[in-house]
């Protein structure tokens, strides 16, 4: 089955920008998700990528495919302290309903 | 602001309690799921509904019982639940435009938390 796999913590400074990676194991993948989670919150949909995709670009955000090395990026431009959060990688496909989530890297952002 | 509205936001329960988590979605999804959430642990899938009939199960111990009353409500009673199910229980709904086709983004509601004395 799929693993989902990204690093625990990440810490920037402000203004800086944030870069989280994330690698999966299957590649009949064929959607892959970002999402958030503030202290105390449910999940926010920041993104996602379909898998015949390179690149997204939707505002601060960028998100990076590299299909052949299942690796996928999400690159927060100027971060701010309003995005400490954990970030969530998850990969899903066809007819599998389920969403597999990475444990989730922890963004802190200092002042 | 979700768009996915889950009652209530904090729930403690006794292990003899027989209590309901409520889920509701008006943007016309057609599946909807419950996920358990541990401290510093992602989200657990435990049932999805797919246009109101059951298509997963992960092995959920039947002290957990989901219903799905019409496409924009989904339901899970609780009884007789165990400390260790303390958690925080989301929801989520999908726009899947078949029955057990699985590609649309999952969105999430702020999640019940659980505590079960």
């Known amino acids: 089955g799929e693993d989902v796999e990204q690093s625990l913590f990440l810490s920037v400074r402000e203004g800086d920008s944030s870069v989280i990676n994330c690698t999966y194991t299957?590649?009949?993948?064929?959607?892959l998700y970002w999402y958030k989670q503030e202290p105390g919150a449910g999940l926010q949909l920041l993104t996602y990528?379909?898998?015949?995709?390179d690149m997204k670009q939707d505002q601060r955000l960028t998100v990076l495919l590299n299909k052949k090395d299942k690796h996928l990026s999400l690159r927060i431009a100027d971060t701010q302290t309003g995005d400490s959060a954990i970030y969530f990688c998850?990969?899903?496909?066809?007819?599998?309903?389920?969403?597999?989530f990475g444990k989730g890297t922890k963004l802190s952002v200092k002042p | 602001d979700t768009e996915v509205t889950q009652t209530p936001k904090h729930l403690v329960m006794g292990m003899t309690n027989k209590k309901s988590l409520k889920c509701e979605q008006h943007?016309?999804?057609?599946?909807m799921y419950w996920y358990k959430q541990k401290a510093k642990k992602p989200p657990e899938l435990m049932f999805v509904?797919?246009?109101?009939?059951?298509?997963i199960n992960e092995s959920v111990p039947s002290r957990f019982s989901p219903e799905c009353p019409n496409s924009s409500l989904l339901n899970l009673h609780l009884h007789a639940l165990q400390p260790e199910d303390s958690a925080l229980y989301l929801c989520?709904?999908?726009?899947?435009?078949?029955?057990?086709?699985?590609?649309?983004?999952?969105?999430f509601g702020n999640g019940t938390r659980l505590t079960v004395t």
């Open positions: 989520a709904s999908s726009q899947e435009r078949a029955q057990s086709s699985y590609n649309s983004p999952l969105h």
């Open positions: 299957d590649s009949s993948s064929t959607y």
């Open positions: 990528i379909f898998s015949n995709m």
């Open positions: 998850a990969a899903r496909g066809g007819s599998q309903g389920n969403l597999i």
């Open positions: 943007m016309g999804h057609r599946a």
């Open positions: 509904y797919s246009y109101e009939k059951l298509s």
